[in-house]
């Protein structure tokens, strides 16, 4: 079946850092791509989406890549806030299938 | 603002009492989901609706769980007996074409 896997966490980061989390999928067909992201507190909120091989969808600074060939989907920021700390969760859905299969999710703690 | 009002927002109950849990989404949306959010078991989908009807609910996690959409802009979750493996966190997310969901803030449950 449709699977997304997702680096382990927490990831750490001084403010102003490089910020890099590895997202993987396995699917039969051709899904698009999401990032979500949970601030403390709150509920999951899209931050980005990719529709087709080798669209890059962005927001807010960060971005990210639809790789077919290497089946992946990593989210990069070239300098993180403190703001920024959150869980982030990756995650895949077919057109005219609503179903999200979503990642465990990644935590980004970012420190001043 | 994602369009999903959620009641209510902290729920403490004891242990065999019946919960419900309310979602009211904008109207205009095809698709309603109900996750689970631990952070033993993480996020997991329990049923989603299409056009207010029961499409898959398979995450449910036995017949104290059950779940009704009576119109596009209400849905319930009830948990009858509740039992202190119930406490989590409780979302609603509406679908929109595409894939995207949007998020509601969540019901924070507490089974004593």
């Known amino acids: 079946g449709d699977s997304v896997t997702q680096m382990e966490g927490p990831v750490t980061l001084s403010e102003e850092a490089f910020l890099t989390i590895n997202c993987t999928y396995t699917?039969?067909?051709?899904?698009?791509l999401f990032w979500y992201v949970q601030y403390p507190g709150e509920g999951l909120q899209l931050l980005l989406k990719?529709?087709?091989?080798?669209d890059k969808g962005s927001n807010k600074g960060f971005e990210a890549t639809y790789r077919k060939e290497t089946t992946s989907f990593h989210l990069e920021k070239g300098s993180v806030q403190v703001s920024d700390s959150a869980v982030y969760f990756c995650?895949?859905?077919?057109?005219?299938?609503?179903?999200?299969?979503f990642g465990t999710g990644t935590r980004l703690l970012v420190s001043p | 603002d994602a369009g999903v009002i959620q009641s209510p927002r902290h729920e403490v109950t004891e242990m065999g009492q019946e919960v419900t849990l309310r979602c009211k989404p904008i109207?205009?949306?095809?698709?309603l989901f109900w996750y689970r959010q631990t952070m033993m078991r993480g996020l997991e989908l329990l049923i989603y609706?299409?056009?207010?009807?029961?499409?898959?609910d398979s995450g449910m996690p036995e017949d104290r769980f059950s779940a009704k959409m009576p119109n596009a802009s209400f849905s319930t979750l009830k948990i009858q007996p509740s039992e202190p493996r119930d406490s989590a966190v409780y979302f609603c997310?509406?679908?929109?074409?595409?894939?995207?969901?949007?998020f509601g803030p969540g019901t924070r449950l507490l089974v004593l």
């Open positions: 997310a509406r679908g929109s074409p595409g894939g995207t969901q949007y």
């Open positions: 609706f299409n056009n207010n009807v029961p499409i898959d």
């Open positions: 109207s205009g949306h095809d698709y």
């Open positions: 995650a895949l859905a077919y057109t005219g299938f609503q179903k999200l299969v």
């Open positions: 699917a039969t067909g051709y899904p698009s």
């Open positions: 990719a529709t087709k091989a080798d």
